[in-house]
């Protein structure tokens, strides 16, 4: 009854901590209407809000595009300069913008399904950001004349690659290009002259390679407590017919302005964080 009250003025009523059993009572008795609206725990049902008010707020956006063409072309030149400009989100003081950044960095191009960026193991291989393109990371060594692998992880632009180069630890996963585009990269020598002559410029680097570090962890982290509570919460019989109890998840990241899109993509669980 609260549920089709709630229905009535517009209000949509989701469920978490919810098993797999107490999911199929609560359809069976018609308490719910998907299995949509049940949530293991309460991290994913916060994940779900999030990604339909994102999803909204792209729906405002295109709605005021359309209202006139001078709002349109304003959108582009800003979705363009911020594709032309990798180190917005990351030189955010004006300290860390004296030098051109661009003395200390390089230039590396990427080509979908054939660009190798590093194997795991291997030490001397250069900080990358993504300027454009996609990177995913693999577990095993993708092998494309097989079909597409699941990656662990695809990143965008505004991302650090090989974050434990600073550290100088060797590297992890397979990292291979999904789609055409470039990278801004720095091997040891360039790091040691930028750290010299603009120490500034360096400390911004490494405080969003922290900052990117901190958050790739917390949502591994996250992955991992929401794949346990959805191996506890399943009998085993639905494991083994659900893919044999695989709990592998994608991650998807992407600076989209001053905030971090992250899309995680399950076959029960879709979630975009803001």
Same mark, same amino acid.
């Given at each position: 009854?609260?549920?089709?009250?709630?229905?009535?003025?517009?209000?949509?009523?989701?469920?978490?901590?919810?098993?797999?059993?107490?999911? &199929?009572?609560? =359809?069976?008795?018609?308490?719910? &209407?998907?299995?949509?609206?049940?949530?293991?725990? %309460?991290?994913?049902?916060?994940?779900?809000? *999030?990604?339909?008010?994102?999803?909204?707020?792209?729906?405002?956006?295109?709605?005021?595009?359309?209202?006139? !063409?001078?709002?349109?072309?304003?959108?582009?030149?800003m979705r363009g300069?911020?594709?032309?400009?990798? /180190?917005?989100?990351?030189?955010?003081?004006?300290?860390?913008?004296?030098?051109? !950044?661009?003395?200390?960095?390089? &230039?590396?191009?990427?080509?979908?399904?054939?660009?190798?960026?590093?194997?795991?193991?291997?030490?001397?291989?250069?900080? /990358?950001?993504?300027?454009?393109?996609?990177?995913?990371? /693999? *577990?095993?060594? !993708?092998?494309?004349?097989? @079909?597409? !692998?699941?990656?662990?992880?695809?990143?965008?632009? @505004?991302?650090?690659?090989?974050?434990?180069?600073?550290?100088g630890a060797p590297?992890?996963?397979?990292?291979?290009?999904?789609?055409?585009?470039?990278?801004?990269?720095?091997?040891? =020598?360039? %790091?040691?002259?930028?750290?010299?002559?603009?120490?500034?410029?360096?400390?911004?680097?490494?405080?969003?390679?922290?900052?990117?570090?901190?958050?790739?962890?917390?949502?591994?982290?996250?992955?991992?407590?929401?794949?346990?509570?959805?191996?506890?919460?399943?009998?085993?019989?639905? =494991?083994?017919?659900?893919?044999? @109890?695989?709990?592998?998840? %994608? /991650?998807?990241?992407?600076?989209?302005?001053?905030?971090? %899109?992250?899309?995680?993509?399950?076959?029960?669980?879709?979630?975009?964080?803001?």
């Open positions: 009854k609260i549920v089709e009250e709630a229905e009535e003025i517009g209000v949509k009523v989701l469920w978490s901590h919810v098993s797999a059993q107490l999911c &199929r009572e609560l =359809l069976y008795r018609t308490i719910v &209407r998907s299995q949509s609206d049940c949530f293991l725990d %309460l991290e994913g049902l916060v994940i779900s809000i *999030q990604s339909q008010v994102s999803r909204y707020c792209d729906f405002l956006q295109r709605k005021w595009m359309s209202v006139h !063409p001078a709002f349109q072309h304003t959108s582009m030149l300069r911020e594709s032309f400009e990798p /180190f917005q989100h990351i030189f955010s003081m004006d300290v860390s913008r004296f030098g051109c !950044p661009w003395q200390y960095c390089g &230039r590396f191009s990427i080509h979908a399904q054939k660009t190798i960026l590093w194997k795991p193991g291997q030490r001397s291989v250069d900080l /990358f950001l993504v300027h454009s393109g996609a990177v995913g990371l /693999f *577990q095993e060594e !993708p092998t494309w004349s097989k @079909g597409t !692998p699941r990656p662990v992880a695809i990143y965008r632009q @505004g991302w650090f690659l090989n974050r434990e180069m600073l550290i590297t992890k996963y397979f990292a291979a290009a999904l789609e055409d585009g470039e990278l801004v990269c720095w091997n040891e =020598l360039r %790091l040691s002259t930028l750290k010299m002559e603009r120490p500034a410029m360096m400390s911004a680097i490494c405080k969003e390679v922290t900052k990117q570090q901190v958050l790739d962890t917390e949502l591994s982290k996250r992955a991992l407590r929401a794949n346990q509570a959805r191996v506890d919460a399943t009998p085993f019989e639905e =494991l083994i017919a659900d893919g044999n @109890g695989s709990t592998d998840d %994608l /991650f998807e990241f992407e600076s989209e302005g001053s905030d971090i %899109l992250v899309q995680q993509s399950h076959h029960r669980k879709s979630a975009v964080c803001r």
